[in-house]
């Protein structure tokens, strides 16, 4: 069966770092791009950026405007994982984090992790 | 980037026929016919329901379809069940940067 499973619910103060992560298994990890979403409290999706976890160079990465250069987009092969990371929090990124792969289909979000709470908060 | 406009809410009966609206550019949903369509209940993950403007995913009831003229696109449901009342999303491949773009989200309601 093909899952992400990502990291439990965060509670950060403003300025803080964090890193959160979506481990995939049942599947090819490499193969197959995996994006990052961000939901507001009460509000919509947003497509944040995906990685090709099997490219190791500069290109594997594509970031929405709205999210290039406050957030960073990786992954480690060999744990089979993505992150999403943060430099310095700020108390607008509070949401909820989803995290999911075009595994059946290459331009659809075919299967979704169960969502990370990120609480920043002084 | 903007994100899809779609309506705010949708309602109908069981039973009934609705169609939620999907608009765009033509850098996005008028350029691909890479539209999706996710259904989110409320505390869970989203959920595909149409890829690539008109096809469903195994498992997906036949009572979900999607359409496409111009720049903007469309996710039909027929025979309103209550387990269809929920949030529903498009989202579309865009040329800018090589991403994609959410629509606003839609609810649904069945009276």
């Known amino acids: 069966e093909v899952q992400l499973v990502q990291s439990g619910a965060e509670v950060k103060k403003p300025g803080e770092s964090l890193r959160i992560s979506c481990k995939g298994s049942?599947?090819?990890?490499?193969?197959?791009?995996i994006s990052w979403v961000r939901q507001m409290p009460g509000k919509g999706l947003e497509w944040m950026g995906r990685?090709?976890?099997?490219?190791?160079?500069?290109?594997?990465?594509n970031y929405s405007p709205s999210f290039q250069g406050h957030v960073t987009i990786s992954a480690d092969k060999s744990r089979t994982t993505a992150y999403l990371q943060w430099n310095s929090l700020k108390a607008s990124d509070t949401a909820l984090y989803y995290c999911?792969?075009?595994?059946?289909?290459?331009?659809?979000?075919?299967?979704w992790g169960q969502g990370t709470t990120v609480t920043v908060s002084s | 980037q903007s994100a899809l406009t779609q309506p705010a809410s949708v309602s109908g009966s069981p039973g009934q026929s609705i169609t939620i609206s999907c608009t765009g550019t033509?850098?996005?949903?008028?350029?691909?016919?890479?539209v999706s369509w996710y259904r989110q209940h409320p505390g869970k993950a989203p959920k595909l329901m149409i890829y690539d403007v008109t096809n469903r995913p195994s498992g997906v009831s036949n009572r979900f379809s999607g359409s496409k003229s111009g720049n903007t696109a469309s996710l039909t449901i027929s025979g309103l069940q209550t387990e269809d009342e929920a949030d529903y999303y498009c989202?579309?491949?865009?040329?800018?940067?090589?991403?994609?773009?959410f629509g606003t989200g839609t609810k649904v309601t069945v009276l």
């Open positions: 990685i090709d976890p099997g490219d190791p160079g500069d290109s594997s990465t």
């Open positions: 049942g599947y090819s990890f490499t193969s197959y791009w």
């Open positions: 989202t579309s491949y865009s040329s800018s940067s090589s991403h994609y773009v």
């Open positions: 033509s850098s996005d949903v008028g350029g691909y016919n890479f």
């Open positions: 999911a792969t075009h595994y059946y289909y290459y331009y659809a979000m075919d299967v």
